[in-house]
């Protein structure tokens, strides 16, 4: 079964600048889960049926992506609301899934080399990296069907580093991550509010060698 389905988590804040995300996965999913942090409500640009609502409330973090997901089978692609995806993508991810057999696929991530990690992809800038990678990307990844209930292993706090949780349950579950090369200008990208990023508000402070290792103790 190759049916595929997409999980983000949406800032009040950034709509309905984010409505352009969101859009360019309609046709590429057979449904998108969504998260939606600080709305009172849901917007009528989102009320549409391939769009599944899972959350409405106070920030509950990105990881809202991941905990609130129902049970579905297929596929499933993790996303950002500040990133525009292009025609093909959801179909290059099942090619590569194909030929590669059952893997994490992501178009950003890191290797953690002598404790430090380091950048081997990064979703904005071409790469023709295609090898293994520690740190995935949690908004241009993608989950195979084989590998389930490892969202289960996600621990529900309000902040906290996606990316890490999933590549320490991918090390958990003795699953590969693969990084996926790319043009640049593949995705665009719809900018944020000022200083409101996670990387802004905890990325750039923290050793994510040191936290990759306390995470994977604690799933």
């Known amino acids: 079964m190759n049916k595929v389905y997409g999980t983000m988590c ?3 804040n950034r709509y309905p600048k984010s409505l352009e995300c969101v859009m ?8 998108l889960f969504l998260c939606l942090n600080d709305f009172d409500s849901i917007p009528e640009g989102l009320k549409e049926d391939w769009i599944e609502v899972v959350y409405v409330g106070k920030n509950i973090g990105a990881v809202g992506r991941y905990t609130m997901l129902p049970d579905f089978d297929g596929h ?3 996303c950002d609301d500040d990133l525009v995806y292009p025609k093909g993508y959801v179909s290059e991810f099942i090619d590569r899934y194909k030929s590669d057999g059952p893997a994490m696929l992501s178009h950003h991530g890191k290797k953690i080399i002598n404790n430090k990690s380091v950048n081997y992809i990064h979703c904005l800038r071409e790469s023709g990296y295609s090898d293994e990678l520690d740190i995935p990307g949690a908004g241009v990844l993608f989950i195979p069907r084989e590998f389930k209930g490892w969202n289960k292993m996600v621990l529900s706090e309000p902040k906290n580093p996606t990316d890490i949780y999933v590549g320490c349950i991918a090390k958990k579950m003795n ?17 944020p509010p000022k200083g409101e990023t ?8 923290q050793n994510l060698a040191s936290l990759f290792k306390e995470i994977l103790n604690k799933i």
Do not use: C, N, W
């Open 175 to 191: 699953v590969r991550v693969l990084s996926m090369p790319h043009k640049a200008g593949y995705f665009g990208h719809v900018e």
């Open 24 to 31: 360019s996965l309609k046709g590429q999913v057979e449904k």
């Open 76 to 78: 499933l692609i993790s």
């Open 198 to 205: 996670i990387y802004d508000k905890e990325t750039k402070y």
């Open 10 to 12: 949406m800032m009040g």
